[in-house]
């Protein structure tokens, strides 16, 4: 590829992807006015399917909220949130005179002597960057994530154009207040930009793993790396969708691997992996274990957050309203009426209900997202008649990475015994303690909450 890649990045690329971008949005926009207020016919299918091209042209931040918007239940019109979940993260690589000049910024002029191979092909290219191999004079393998230039204005633009699609939703329905959420995405987002806050959190989820033999995590090279590169061990693994049709020993096995990568961390220290995506994690060798990658997008809860995910459990579980009114209330949801209490219980008992029975089962009746989707409608058009509600920040990306392992099973067709898993980590919590282990873990590798 030419240097041309760095036309994109100029302010005249950013008005240009700005256009792009706003073009479609004001189009969807006026559409949605005129099916509002008008009674002009709307194609949602068909405008959709406009709005995904728009978007997966530019491969870039906005693309990567479009998919973190697309697994979070109504936080866009069904239709919308179909056609944005089949976007990838495939984006153009930078080509090599680009990738040699932002390495020499990044590592100095003699960077190449600092690396016994480099490879100028890029082996992963997604929203943000790109990963190149790499190897040591030692033998030691590495992979180099290379952030792609400007992207600071770039994810200011695309947060610009965000706040339009939330405007345009929240004019379509009211169930779901957006504001909370945005705010969220966009702190996440500009902190997956610092390259040396993910080395450090990396080093945080090597720790946190490190009783969990089945779950490898890279090392960083904070002496080969920087805010803009990240350089890391290169760890082996195949694609999960490669083992589909594994026998159901194995596709149980890997379940299990991933449920405690993310969720011992979770009930252990209140941090949570935020991006479940599909290029985030690989099956080792042994067809049980996994890679666990990328730690731009964490989340670190204070203990009262767990404590209300436990206590919503055991809400459910009694049918205790009471407690289930103080669990809401303690994540940060207000103004909790008895029907609204009934609605959000609607959208908790799916979440919980494989974790009620002490059985082995799959994750999910069915081995599709339609019932999920179906209870999603639900309370959807529930919020919608009292008047919607404010999710707080903390609970996007739980919900997320619940529904992002609930397709990770429902893909291996799963059949756990979730029950006994889930009660591994809960049983004796104490959130004093908590506390005090996340404390010294985040002193430990220098990470601020």
């Known amino acids: 590829m030419s240097d041309s890649?760095?036309?994109?990045?100029s302010f005249t690329g950013q008005v240009r992807r700005a256009a792009q971008v706003g073009g479609a949005m004001a189009g969807l926009g006026a559409r949605l006015a005129g099916s509002r207020y008008l009674g002009m016919k709307l194609d949602k299918d068909k405008h959709a399917g406009?709005?995904?091209?728009?978007?997966?042209?530019?491969?870039?931040?906005?693309?990567?909220?479009?998919?973190?918007?697309?697994?979070?239940?109504?936080?866009?019109?069904?239709?919308y949130?179909?056609?944005?979940?089949?976007?990838?993260?495939?984006?153009?690589?930078?080509?090599?005179?680009?990738?040699?000049?932002r390495m020499a910024t990044e590592l100095g002029p003699s960077w190449t002597k600092r690396f016994a191979e480099f490879e100028k092909e890029a082996a992963h290219a997604a929203s943000l960057g790109q990963v190149h191999r790499a190897t040591q004079e030692d033998g030691t393998r590495l992979a180099c994530k290379l952030q792609y230039p400007d992207m600071a204005s770039a994810i200011d633009s695309d947060l610009k154009q965000l706040k339009l699609i939330f405007s345009i939703y929240e004019r379509y329905d009211k169930a779901i207040?957006?504001?909370?959420?945005?705010?969220?995405?966009?702190?996440?987002?500009?902190?997956?930009?610092?390259?040396?806050?993910?080395?450090?959190?990396?080093?945080?989820?090597?720790?946190?793993?490190?009783?969990?033999?089945?779950?490898?995590?890279?090392?960083?090279?904070?002496?080969?790396s920087t805010k803009r590169l990240l350089t890391m061990t290169w760890l082996d693994g195949s694609p999960l969708m490669n083992y589909r049709d594994a026998p159901l020993e194995t596709r149980n096995e890997i379940a299990l691997s991933m449920f405690r990568a993310w969720y011992v961390p979770f009930y252990d220290y209140g941090v949570i992996h935020g991006d479940p995506h599909m290029g985030n994690y690989a099956v080792q060798e042994d067809g049980r274990s996994i890679n666990l990658l990328d730690f731009g997008c964490i989340r670190i809860f204070p203990p009262?957050?767990?404590t209300g995910v436990i206590d919503l459990y055991r809400a459910l579980r009694d049918d205790d309203m009471d407690l289930a009114v103080h669990a809401y209330e303690s994540w940060g949801f207000e103004n909790i009426s008895k029907e609204l209490l009934e609605v959000l219980n609607v959208w908790a008992r799916f979440l919980y209900r494989p974790l009620m029975e002490d059985k082995v089962q799959k994750i999910q009746e069915t081995d599709n997202g339609q019932y999920g989707a179906q209870v999603a409608g639900k309370v959807?058009?529930?919020?919608?008649?009292?008047?919607?509600?404010?999710?707080?920040?903390e609970f996007v990306l739980v919900d997320r990475a619940a529904i992002g392992l609930g397709s990770v099973f429902m893909h291996l067709k799963a059949?756990?015994?979730?029950?006994?898993?889930?009660?591994?980590?809960i049983d004796g919590f104490d959130a004093a303690k908590l506390e005090q282990r996340q404390a010294a873990a985040l002193e430990k590798v220098g990470l601020v909450a």
């Open 304 to 306: 009262s957050f767990v």
């Open 177 to 224: 207040s957006t504001k909370r959420i945005y705010e969220e995405l966009s702190e996440r987002l500009r902190e997956e930009l610092d390259y040396e806050r993910e080395a450090k959190a990396m080093l945080l989820y090597q720790h946190m793993l490190a009783n969990e033999p089945r779950v490898r995590v890279p090392e960083p090279l904070t002496d080969l």
């Open 415 to 425: 059949e756990v015994n979730w029950h006994r898993q889930f009660h591994e980590l």
């Open 380 to 393: 959807q058009k529930e919020l919608s008649r009292l008047g919607g509600v404010q999710p707080p920040r």
């Open 81 to 101: 949130a179909e056609e944005l979940r089949q976007l990838q993260t495939n984006a153009p690589a930078m080509g090599w005179p680009f990738v040699r000049r």
């Open 5 to 9: 890649y760095n036309d994109d990045t």
């Open 50 to 79: 406009q709005l995904k091209m728009a978007i997966g042209g530019l491969k870039g931040p906005l693309m990567k909220v479009a998919q973190i918007l697309s697994t979070i239940p109504d936080a866009l019109p069904k239709e």
